[in-house]
């Protein structure tokens, strides 16, 4: 009702639109009939993985594509399951999620890609993201800093009960997310590199799994709307481990952190059912 009453408050044109059932949402493209009903959905941010995701549900179906935000609609345990990209960094991120909660979304699961950071994190691994360091933007015009960006419980359990049974190596734990790639990547080259680089090694000493880019802007949207969320990310490669000359494959494969994802959330269906 919080919700509601504040989109009707809304100055914006957009959003009295959608209320009044006249437009799709402004970025993602959708409206309330193209969901059908859905409640849960799963995210990753490239739109190429989309379809892939999506080949893993029944009857699914491509809605719309609309800037980086492509969709389709499918079913798991006979329940209807949005996949939708939500492009790379917390703010295409937030507004993926503020949208889909406007069209009655309660359940998101990330499905993205990382960089190990703990020598023990190699590519290929999974890391279910339990919490996530916000150095990123977006998610401080939310709430303050102090607030912490926490996954939902449910959701990270049945991620962790989903990856046990499948038998793929994992790691749950703190992620960090940043605006920068490059800042992360080459931060000697950076006017601020003594901050990046001081927080980095701050970042491993405090046990921090991988680094990513949209899972502390999800947590912390998904926080202040009441949404549940969660994260499962593929380790693409480590840096720490090439910094110190040992073995470090790359890993592309997102198929198994898509089967984790899928499967978790069939038990989650069928749970609430």
């Keep these: 009702d919080d919700l509601v009453t504040g989109v009707q408050t809304c100055a914006l044109p957009i959003w009295n639109d959608f209320m009044e059932n006249k437009e799709k949402m402004y970025h993602i493209g959708l409206t309330k009939d193209d969901l059908k009903g859905a409640k849960y959905a799963i995210l990753p941010g490239d739109p190429g993985r989309v379809s892939k995701i999506a080949a893993n549900l029944t009857n699914s179906y491509l809605i719309t594509t609309n800037r980086e935000y492509t969709s389709y609609l499918g079913e798991i345990a006979n ?141 912390t949207v998904s926080s202040t709307l009441r949404l549940h969320a969660a994260a499962v990310l593929l380790v693409v490669w480590n840096q720490e481990r090439e910094n110190k000359g040992l073995d470090n494959n790359t890993s592309f494969d997102t198929e198994k952190e898509i089967k984790v994802a899928v499967t978790a959330l069939t038990k989650i269906i069928k749970n609430e059912k």
């Design 79 to 219: 329940e209807k399951v949005l996949v939708i990209s939500t492009g790379m960094g917390g703010p295409s991120t937030a507004i993926c999620v503020e949208e889909l909660a406007l069209l009655g979304i309660t359940h998101l699961i990330r499905v993205g890609t990382c960089g190990g950071m703990q020598m023990d994190v190699e590519a290929g691994d999974i890391v279910i993201a339990s919490s996530a360091i916000r150095q990123e933007g977006t998610s401080k015009e939310y709430l303050p800093i102090e607030f912490p960006a926490v996954a939902d419980f449910n959701l990270t359990l049945a991620l962790k009960e989903a990856v046990t049974e499948l038998n793929y190596p994992y790691h749950i734990g703190v992620v960090q997310c940043k605006d920068s790639f490059y800042g992360q990547h080459s931060p000697e080259r950076m006017p601020v590199s003594y901050e990046l680089q001081n927080k980095w090694q701050a970042w491993i000493k405090g046990g921090a799994l991988a680094s990513e880019m949209e899972t502390s802007a999800l947590y």
